[in-house]
């Protein structure tokens, strides 16, 4: 059974730092696209960031240059450091473990969130 257990969410001031994980567990990590995607209310689910089997990394317009993405295969875990949060970082952030199969198929697994408030 794949599981994706994300940790580090809270309360921060405008300008703070936080640091997100998520601990990976019945899957081969290493070979998946890791991502975290976040959707704040009234909104839709975006990606934020993802790093792939390669170690190659993706960011959104929105965070580049605030939001750190990597992965630790050694220990199926990947972390993303946010830096200078805004109000509009405000959101909950999914875990997400992709690949896609020689056939086609597609698979995707979602950790349960962590919230990430900020506010003065």
């Known amino acids: 059974q794949v599981q994706l257990v994300e940790s580090g969410g809270g309360l921060v001031q405008p300008g703070g730092s936080l640091r997100l994980s998520c601990a990976a567990s019945g899957l081969s990590f290493s070979i998946y696209t890791m991502g975290w995607y976040r959707q704040s209310p009234g909104k839709q689910r975006e990606l934020v960031a993802e790093v792939f089997s390669s170690g190659s990394t993706y960011y959104s317009d929105s965070v580049k240059g605030r939001f750190t993405i990597s992965r630790d295969n050694a220990k199926n875990t990947v972390a993303l450091q946010i830096n200078s949060l805004k109000p509009e970082d405000t959101a909950v952030y999914y875990c997400?473990?992709?690949?896609?199969?020689?056939?086609?198929?597609?698979?995707?697994?979602w950790g349960q969130g962590t919230q990430v408030a900020v506010s003065s």
């Open positions: 997400n473990a992709y690949n896609r199969l020689a056939s086609g198929r597609r698979i995707n697994y």
